[in-house]
């Protein structure tokens, strides 16, 4: 039985290529690649010659069978697309579930992604985030989508193309209001830029500015909701619950009253 790699390749600058990735590219049987013609330049650069086969978006389906009836005969594949990390929002999802499916091993040699990349300078919280991929090109589903999220108070991140900017940023600051955005542009290129403002000033930047270039915006999340205080009521069912647990009603009162700022001996009372 062969492996599958699913190594991530270089979003713009090629010295971000591990030696591990350059290994892998030089030690499997074929390459599975988004777009032939882009990888090549890539294993051109680091004098690798691999026979290519193509996998992306339009032939998943069968080409992912042809790949994996070669692993399953023994050969090993390198899975790469044309920037960073397949499997997000690239090609490979579908052949890492066959892999699985069929008991083919898979092993990844990790690499840039735009995305945890965008993220880690944005400035933002980092600590809790969701990736929300592409918007729709469909106007509907893109408000639908943001509907969705908007509540979320995950730091969002969203990948855009540079002609549909503009537009996405007015939906963007009329579902979410105005808050704070970063603009992560042709990151770890020429002319890698962060644009550190708000949703409100990125449009007045991009109506005047023509964007140009690959984008990921990463969004601050909705402000989270102030929690009501419990009413009395609420509270005394709190202490009661507690002293049928076995607590004392008084350590009960005293619990709750830490809680929620009524008065122990009021809780007290009203339980008795
Ligand atoms: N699989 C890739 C990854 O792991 O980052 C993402 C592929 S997705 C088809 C391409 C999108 O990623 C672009 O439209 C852009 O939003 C983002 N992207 C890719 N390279 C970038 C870069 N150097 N700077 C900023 N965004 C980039």
Redesign the pocket.
Same mark, same amino acid.
């Given at each position: 039985m062969g492996k599958l790699f699913v190594v991530?390749t270089p979003?713009?600058?090629l010295g971000d290529l591990s030696p591990r990735a350059v290994r892998a590219l030089e030690d499997c049987d074929f390459i599975a690649a988004e777009d032939t013609r882009v990888s090549l330049k890539l294993l051109n650069h680091f004098g690798i010659k691999k026979p290519l086969v193509s996998y992306y978006e339009h032939n998943l389906r069968e080409r992912g069978e042809q790949i994996v009836a070669r692993m399953e005969a023994g050969e090993t594949c390198a899975v790469i %697309?044309?920037?960073?990390?397949?499997?997000?929002?690239?090609p490979?999802e579908d052949l890492v579930r066959l892999c699985a499916e069929r008991g083919v091993a898979v092993e990844v040699v990790p690499?840039?992604?735009? *995305?945890?990349?965008?993220l880690a300078v944005s400035g933002l919280s980092t600590s809790r985030f969701a990736f929300e991929?592409?918007l729709s090109v469909k106007r509907n589903s893109r408000l639908e989508h943001l509907e969705q999220v908007k509540n979320d108070t995950r730091t969002l991140i969203?990948?855009?193309?540079p002609h549909k900017l503009l537009s996405t940023l007015q939906d963007l600051l009329t579902v979410f209001g105005d808050r704070r955005i970063s603009l *992560?542009?042709?990151? %770890?290129?020429i002319h890698?830029e962060v644009r550190r403002t708000t949703l409100s000033e990125a449009v007045g930047w991009y109506t005047e500015n023509t964007p140009k270039?690959?984008?990921?915006?990463v969004i601050e999340g909705a402000a989270p909701a102030e929690e009501t205080p419990p009413t009395l009521e609420e509270a005394v069912e709190m202490v009661k619950s507690l002293a049928q647990g076995g607590m004392s009603l008084s350590d009960a009162a005293k619990d709750v009253a830490r809680q929620t700022g009524y008065k122990k001996g009021q809780l007290y009372k009203a339980a008795l």
């Open positions: 991530g979003i713009g600058n %697309t044309d920037a960073g990390m397949p499997c997000i929002s690239d490979g690499g840039p992604s735009a *995305a945890i990349s965008a991929g592409f969203f990948y855009e193309a *992560a542009r042709e990151l %770890t290129k890698e270039g690959e984008f990921v915006l």
